[in-house]
């Protein structure tokens, strides 16, 4: 009975794969007569009587082989199996053995079959009276010209390169560029050498594959041979990582660099990222760019929503016993607060993220900004319960966007407090505008008519104090949350909302999560535990 083998490269196969060549390995170490690699290629010459599933067979028993002969190879046996099967080869390219063209160079690779092999066989055979030395290399020619004609460009590539065959050139390359075949030209390249390596680096330039060409280049140290190549490719890289908020990671791809750092700068000037700017110039003594700076941020100020615009008074920041007290009770005189949260990036790959640094709670006209690090190394069970009293309470609808990520992230930060388990009435606004694209950036964009600053959101929140555009970036997304509620909940309720937004029932997407359902007398619980803990603090003050 034939199993039921999946050559679809999915997970479950490749499980069944593993058991299956395992098994073929400890049959070939049975010793098959005439010998293991003898074995294999004569099963090769009949497995295609199974139609569909021979390339999947074939390439069970190669593989099972592959790893037999690495560790245990026979000269006698496997000089057998290389004379038969350069003779399987003749046979495939004469159409006697139907065998796919994959299978195909992997028969020649694990029996190390060379034009000197197929010569013999040719020889052998008596093919043609008339018979050259250069027999054995035009029939390979030949063949490989026809996968060239069947776009089978990969195949072609390895066959040229196993043959040691040279004689393609430069529109063999093209037509692999042209035909998206960038992966098939990168082998035959590298194969052909420096020169070609070179055309494929323009091929990718010209294509602005700038990302392959980079890779090309740094790979093979093509650096002096492109350096304006390079340097764009490179270039390309830090503005992705720029546009990602990534300064650390880009600065860090500089290596130094001072043409690639001067380019930063620009980034960062662009994005008005001031103190960026101030950092890189003064650890790197750059200079000029402070004049320009004046003038590029005239012109972010139009281009980016402030938090003037949203009426803002206070940004307040907390980090002891009196800030978190005054600010738990101005919250819970509240009906809508936005929430948001931010930590130090960690780029090291691996390795667990950061605690959360801060956590922002905005009103209509004041933010406050919690220094979480601070606040839970100096009075843990205070800000426990004030959190708790915030985060549970039934009166107080909580914004926040993607905020399903944040708490699960401040539970992992802050494993010993209670008040990040459970939350009463939390509205995500990303599940009300999925279609939205852009983020938190694009949503505001979208219902205010500006879009956000989000140059600063991988800086280090751990710094402290915090400088005074970390603080005006973190108070606006937490701020900009509740304005684009009221902005929303007005309009839903009086003329209609644009796009079809007024058809959204946002009560719907109201959450929470809450162990307990009596959330009234664990709210009173809670502030009576404050107290205490509060004058047991002043006590052992």
Known sequence: MIPNYNITGTCKATNKFRILQQKVYHALENSPQPGPATFVVWCLYVLPIFGLHCEGFSHLIISALRRFLNLAPTLEDTSKAKVIAARLFLDIVGGLVDHDERIVVKILEVFDVKLADVDEALCQLNVQDDYKPDTAKTLVEDYIFKLIDSQSYMTAASLLEHFSIRQSGKSFLV???QNKQSRAAEKWATFMGK?????????YVDQNMLKQAYETIKKNDLKQEFPDVYHKCKESLLKKLAEKALWD???AKTHGDKQLLEYLVYLAMEAGYSEKVDELCERYSLEGFLNVKESEGSVLQSKYLHLDELAVENIIWVDEVDGLCAATSHIE???????DCEWKPNYVKGSKPNKVSIMQIASDKTVFIFDLIKLFEDIPDILDNCLSRILQSPRILKLGYNFQCDIKQLAHSYGELRCFNNYEKLLDMQNVFKETR??????????????LNKT?????????????????YAALDAAVLVH???HFHNHSQSAGFPDGHDKIE??????????????AKKESKNKRELEDDINKHGQSN
């Open 484 to 486: 684009i509620f009221h």
């Open 456 to 472: 600063r959101r991988n800086s280090n929140w751990e710094l402290r104090p915090l400088s005074h555009n970390q603080l005006e």
């Open 175 to 177: 037509k692999m560029m």
């Open 506 to 519: 946002w009560k719907s997407h109201i959450v929470s999560r809450m162990d307990k359902p009596k959330k």
């Open 195 to 203: 020169s070609m390596l070179c055309a494929l680096v323009q091929e």
């Open 333 to 339: 005189g509240c009906k809508v607060v936005g929430l």
């Open 438 to 451: 852009g983020g938190l950036s694009g949503l505001a964009e979208k219902i205010l008519g500006t879009g």
């Open 249 to 251: 990671l880009a600065e």
